[in-house]
C-alpha cells in the first residue's frame, strides 16, 4: 500500500509553545491529506482536510486559528498546534487517499504530543 | 450527524476461533467500507475494503456487507493472539471517512 510517513512520533513542550508536526506521502501525489486526533481508549477523529495549494477545511468544533495547516506540494502537509495547553496533549494522525476509485486513508505512524 | 457504530468490547475469543466484529452505519449515501486494525500506541492499518453487499475474502479475514441493513462485519478465522488489536470500522466516499469507536479484540492463548 502507499506509504504515508509522519513526524516527529513523539513530542513533549512546554505550555504555550508551537510544535510542527509534518505528513508526507513518499511513493504517491496526495491533493488531500487528512488530520486526527485520538484521545486514548476513543475513536479517531477528523480534525480538518488538508487541500494542496488552499485553505484546509476544518470539522465543526476545531479551531483553525489553533491548528494551523499548510498543505503547500502533493507531498507534504503540516499541522501546527499554536500555544499548545494541557488538553491539547494527544495522538495525532495524518492520512492520505489513494488515488484509487476506492478511497482507502493510508496512515501515517502518528504524533504523540504531550504538553507539560 | 453521520455515525458508524461498533460495540467496544473487549471480545475475547479463544486462539484457533472465529472472531466476528460487527459495525452499522447511518449514512446510506456511503459507498466504501473499511476495516483497520489498531494496535495500542500505533496508527491504524488498512486490513480489508468491501463495496459491494457479500462477502470479499482475504486470507483470514472476510468482510461482509449488506447495504439494505446498513451494516458491515469482519470475520477473522484460526485467530491468533497477534491479532489482539482495536478494529476500527469506518464508512466513506463521497465524503471522508467516519470511524466507529474501534471494537477491543482479545485471543486467548
Known amino acids: 500500500g502507499a506509504v504515508v510517513s509522519q513526524h516527529p512520533s513523539r513530542v513533549i513542550c512546554k505550555s504555550g509553545t508551537s510544535v510542527k508536526i509534518e505528513c508526507r506521502s513518499l511513493d504517491f501525489q496526495a491533493t488531500t491529506m487528512f488530520w486526527y486526533r485520538q484521545f486514548p481508549k476513543q475513536s479517531l477523529m477528523l480534525m480538518a482536510t488538508s487541500n494542496e495549494g488552499s485553505k484546509a477545511t476544518y470539522e465543526q468544533g476545531v479551531e483553525k486559528d489553533k491548528f494551523l495547516i499548510n498543505h503547500a506540494s502533493l507531498t507534504l502537509s503540516t499541522l501546527t498546534v499554536t500555544s499548545a495547553h494541557p488538553e491539547d496533549s494527544s495522538f495525532y494522525i495524518c492520512?492520505?487517499?489513494?488515488?484509487?476509485?476506492?478511497?482507502?486513508?493510508?496512515f501515517g505512524e502518528g504524533s504523540r504530543l504531550t504538553v507539560l | 450527524q453521520k455515525e458508524v457504530e461498533q460495540n467496544s468490547g473487549p471480545l475475547s475469543v479463544p486462539e484457533g476461533a472465529i472472531a466476528s466484529l460487527n459495525c452499522t452505519y447511518s449514512?446510506?449515501?456511503?459507498?466504501?467500507f473499511f476495516w483497520y486494525r489498531q494496535y495500542s500506541g500505533k496508527s491504524p492499518e488498512l486490513i480489508m475494503f468491501i463495496y459491494s453487499n457479500g462477502d470479499k475474502e482475504d486470507g483470514r479475514f472476510t468482510a461482509q456487507l449488506n447495504k439494505a441493513s446498513q451494516y458491515v462485519s469482519l470475520l477473522i478465522r484460526d485467530s491468533q493472539p497477534s491479532d489482539s488489536a482495536t478494529y476500527l470500522c469506518?464508512?466513506?466516499?463521497?465524503?471522508?471517512?467516519?470511524f466507529g469507536k474501534g471494537t477491543r479484540l482479545s485471543v486467548i492463548a
Open positions: 469506518a464508512a466513506g466516499m463521497p465524503r471522508p471517512l467516519v
Open positions: 449514512d446510506r449515501g456511503s459507498q466504501s
Open positions: 492520512s492520505a487517499r489513494s488515488g484509487s476509485d476506492i478511497g482507502e486513508l493510508f
